[in-house]
């Protein structure tokens, strides 16, 4: 993390609020690497290709998303699209490293 970087609730100006913001993409960034690792990880483990489009375990997923963005007072329906799409993004991926590793 940047030696400069404030929480959003002791930013005074504008640097501080870009800089906390592109240090908050980093984050989200390693976070996302790791979140596609867990695919690459499921890849591996899954031996049947069709079982790594699960629709009840993605309809788990956006909701827990969900109800944690309600809780924190964020724009839930919009949270909703973000985490459908990481989570289509997600399974595409797992289904190219399944067929990497048997290919």
């Not at 998303?65 to 399974?91: C, F, M, N, Y």
């Amino acid at each position: 993390m940047s030696d400069d970087f404030k929480l959003p609730e002791d930013c005074t100006d504008m640097r501080e609020v870009r800089v906390g913001v592109d240090t908050t993409d980093r984050e989200l960034m390693e976070l996302l690497d790791r979140r596609f690792g867990y695919m690459r990880a499921a890849a591996r483990i899954k031996q049947d290709r069709n079982v790594v489009r699960d629709e009840a375990r993605k309809a788990e997923v956006i909701e827990n998303a969900v109800v944690d963005a309600e809780k924190r007072d964020l724009p839930h329906g919009k949270i909703a699209q973000i985490w459908d799409l990481l989570v289509e993004t997600s399974i595409a991926y797992e289904l190219v490293e399944w067929d990497r590793i048997r290919s």
